[in-house]
């Protein structure tokens, strides 16, 4: 199908764009990659009145270190997180789970930022901010602010940006010593969104016990959904094969998977447990390395 | 409607100048505008890949962008992989041996894929080149012999 009518400006200066949203709001739209955006208007599930194309913000597509952190300008295209050398250092969980993002093609358009405005708690980026308590830039004619990913995720496609804000820059921490990661999800076909997918971070003490654990969820709520009590049932525990179990288990009352056409809620509980058992045992054994 | 943009384009080494809604796709304005019908439209939502091309190099689908975004860029549609009007590019070529289409539907989009693929990785495993054609959906070959085909043009390539 075709999108409806609109009207459209390219700018490469951010004080312009921020001011022309500010003008507009809802009315306008950010075109990044548009690889979320042009279905949905092809569709005209969206049908913004302007759109302004910020693809000529260069200055926003960065992967640099700075203070300890890993800081990723919102319109980096996805291909490139796949393929940066920092990201595979300082982020490996991200690198790990970008080939499970849409295919080659899309990840040549699609943009970091892009993704986390959209919020598809289907998708992987944000998951991966929620995961390594990334932080966002949200930026507007009014200021900068940043906002935590656990506050950033509000509900099905939406998020904490206002109508103003454009998302600008995000920042990985660094990950602690002895901290291993883990990505793994299951999609019928590969690139094709995950049925259910899991991000497992983990950090063991000197005597290899777990000083720390996170799992985060795709696809198992409306947004990046995390299992605090699981993850906090491995705290103080050797990761053996029971703990891993009685995590996995714990993680089933804190997913609420939807359910769709290709799968049913119960099938989607079932692969979160096969999932988890196999992310945290893969992230202890990183860890352990 | 709302008002018309100027599009400054190089196509396959040749320079267009048109004027386009915002609203056009760049497929549609590559097919209907310039008559290059040689990139296919499957689906409009980015899922099979028919409609890939090159753009400044780098493979995109042409019904994810708008005609308005190739200003100013330079793109590459099927039409400008052969040499001539009588020599395939070797990887159309080995396509051509290979079997590697049946009704052609799929055709440019894979072809367009491959190419910087193969200039990227020139001996890819068969692995890889699944991966590669992940994002481009074939309804005729069952895949095997467009895998071969990809195989015989990294052979041949030597
Ligand atoms: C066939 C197909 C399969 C896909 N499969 C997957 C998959 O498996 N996993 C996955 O995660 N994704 C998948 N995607 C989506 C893809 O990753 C998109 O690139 C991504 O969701 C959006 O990024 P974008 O840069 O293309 O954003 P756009 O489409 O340009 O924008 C998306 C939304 O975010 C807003 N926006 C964009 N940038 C900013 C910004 N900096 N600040 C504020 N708002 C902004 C836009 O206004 C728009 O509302 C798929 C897409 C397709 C077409
Ligand atoms: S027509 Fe563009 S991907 Fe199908
Ligand atoms: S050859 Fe017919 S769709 Fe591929």
Request: proline share 5%.
């Amino acid at each position: 199908m075709k999108p409806a009518s609109f009207d459209y400006v390219a700018l490469d200066s951010l004080e312009a764009v921020l001011a022309l949203k500010a003008q507009h709001g809802d009315e306008a739209k950010f075109l990044a990659g548009g690889q979320s955006l042009i279905p949905a208007m092809n569709f005209r599930l969206a049908q913004p009145a302007l759109l302004v194309d910020v693809n000529g913000l260069a200055a926003l597509n960065f992967i640099r270190r700075v203070d300890g952190e890993l800081r990723i300008g919102a319109l980096t295209r996805q291909r490139q997180l796949e393929r940066d050398p920092l990201v595979k250092q300082h982020a490996p969980l991200v690198a790990e789970a970008m080939p499970f993002v849409a295919h080659p093609q899309i990840r040549n358009r699609g943009t970091l930022g892009g993704s986390l405005a959209h919020a598809d708690p289907a998708a992987e980026l944000p998951v991966m901010a929620a995961a390594l308590g990334a932080k966002l830039k949200a930026v507007s004619a009014r200021g900068e602010r940043w906002i935590a990913a656990d506050d950033f995720f509000r509900s099905l496609f939406t998020t904490d940006l206002a109508a103003d804000e454009m998302l600008t820059e995000i920042a990985f921490p660094n990950l602690p010593p002895r901290a291993g990661t883990a990505f793994i999800e299951f999609a019928r076909r590969r690139g094709d969104y995950a049925l259910m997918g899991v991000a497992a971070v983990v950090t063991l003490s000197g005597d290899g016990v777990c000083r720390d654990a996170r799992l985060v969820y795709l696809n198992a709520g409306e947004t990046p959904t995390v299992a605090r009590k699981a993850a906090g049932l491995m705290r103080g525990q050797k990761p053996s094969s029971s703990a891993i179990e009685a995590a996995a288990r714990e993680a089933d009352s804190e997913i609420e998977p939807m359910g769709n056409v290709h799968a049913s809620p119960a099938y989607q509980r079932h692969l979160a447990r096969v999932l988890t058992r196999r992310a945290l045992t893969t992230a202890f054994e990183r860890a352990q390395a | 409607m709302s008002e018309l943009h100027t599009v400054n384009v190089t196509i396959n080494g040749k320079k267009y100048e048109r004027q386009v809604e915002p609203r056009l796709l760049l497929s549609d304005f590559l097919r209907h505008e310039l008559g290059l019908s040689g990139t296919h439209v499957g689906c409009e939502h980015g899922v099979c890949g028919a409609c890939t091309i090159l753009y400044d190099g780098v493979p995109a689908r042409s019904c994810l962008m708008f005609a308005v975004q190739a200003n100013g860029h330079t793109l590459t549609t099927v039409e400008g992989l052969a040499k001539s009007q009588t020599e395939l590019h070797p990887l159309q070529q080995a396509f051509h041996e290979a079997h590697g289409l049946q009704c052609g539907f799929c055709t440019p989009g894979f072809l367009v894929t491959l190419v910087p693929f193969l200039e990227e990785n020139p001996r890819p495993t068969e692995e890889e080149i699944r991966e590669a054609i992940s994002g481009n959906l074939c309804r005729c070959t069952g895949y095997q012999h467009i895998v071969d085909a990809v195989k015989l043009a990294a052979e041949k390539g030597k």
